[in-house]
């Protein structure tokens, strides 16, 4: 019955942008399977209710599909596609932008025990699992409310905490949870993806930016590969190329200037890895994208 009526609203409120009328609430419609292309995830809880996809992070392979919820708890680099989406089928989904302070507000608020304790290291960024329904019929009620404005702006606010404490208690509970501890493995490896997004043309010492995060280098390095399923250094790589293929979205013709923008110094190595990356050459690439018109990204539907 949920997955039902999820689908309908979802039906009713798609907008191209997937935006809608509630703050930090995305809702997608997807009618078509393209291939695979890079995206970032932002953090973001989303339920499929109709069609599939697979996310790529590093080495590892998400895939959900109706009735499942996936969560992202870093922003990091993914590649994606709908494996079921078709016109008369579209991927239908729900999005629900993850706020540390929000969540840390909810586990200063829960009694003893309430919340489970973590246990072990930083968890994976990304984990995904069947959603109960609990968690859908929080999701419906939020989003029936976009029927409602009235009511929306007073109980909106609502439904999302409720939302975030079935996250908090469920099955992926860990890796949402140290969203909002500011002590946590993954608030620690949070800053050091901040520092290198923002200075991904730079280059650095591993140990350098474990000090910044305030870990030991060997500790440093253990949760970045389990939390983003990369090394540091691969993590720097996957951002300079994508954000190369923004830049050359616009600029296809400037493959040299691209690649000294993002970092590289040798124009070989740059083509080099830029094609194994997306699979054509940077020029013929950027071409092929600037022609081309560009949907939503993110993790959803």
């Not at 997004?197 to 000090?211: I, L, S, T």
């Not at 390095?221 to 990369?230: G, K």
């Not at 830029?274 to 020029?283: E, H, L, M, N, T």
Request: glycine letters at 8%; charged letters at 20%; aromatic letters at 6%.
């Amino acid at each position: 019955m949920h997955l039902e009526e999820l689908r309908a609203l979802l039906t009713r409120h798609a907008r191209p942008d997937w935006s809608t009328a509630v703050d930090g609430v995305l809702v997608s419609k997807i009618d078509r399977s393209d291939p695979p292309a890079p995206s970032m995830t932002g953090t973001v809880l989303a339920v499929i209710a109709q069609g599939a996809k697979r996310l790529a992070l590093g080495g590892r392979i998400y895939e959900y599909g109706p009735g499942q919820y996936l969560v992202a708890s870093v922003d990091l680099p993914v590649t994606g596609q709908f494996t079921q989406a078709t016109p008369d089928e579209p991927a239908l989904g729900f999005g629900l932008t993850l706020e540390p302070s929000v969540i840390a507000e909810l586990l200063l608020r829960a009694g003893p025990g309430d919340a489970p304790r973590a246990t072990g290291g930083a968890p994976s960024a990304i984990a995904v699992s069947d959603a109960p329904a609990a968690l859908l019929d929080a999701v419906v009620r939020l989003l029936r409310l976009l029927d409602e404005p009235r009511d929306r702006a007073v109980l909106a606010p609502l439904v999302k905490r409720e939302i975030l404490w079935r996250l908090i208690t469920g099955e992926q509970g860990a890796t949402v949870r140290q969203l909002g501890l500011a002590d946590s493995g993954l608030s620690h490896v949070s800053r050091a993806v901040r520092w290198i997004r923002e200075n991904y043309a730079q280059p650095f010492r591993v140990e350098d930016v474990a000090q910044m995060s305030g870990m030991s280098a060997s500790a440093f390095y253990r949760n970045f590969q389990a939390v983003t399923a990369m090394s540091p250094i691969q993590f720097q790589k996957q951002i300079r190329l994508q954000e190369a293929r923004l830049l050359l979205a616009t600029h296809p013709g400037d493959v040299t200037g691209v690649g000294r923008r993002v970092g590289y110094d040798n124009p070989s190595q740059f083509s080099r890895e830029y094609r194994r990356q997306f699979g054509a050459p940077p020029s013929r690439d950027g071409a092929r994208l600037r022609e081309a018109v560009c949907a939503p990204s993110g993790v959803l539907p």
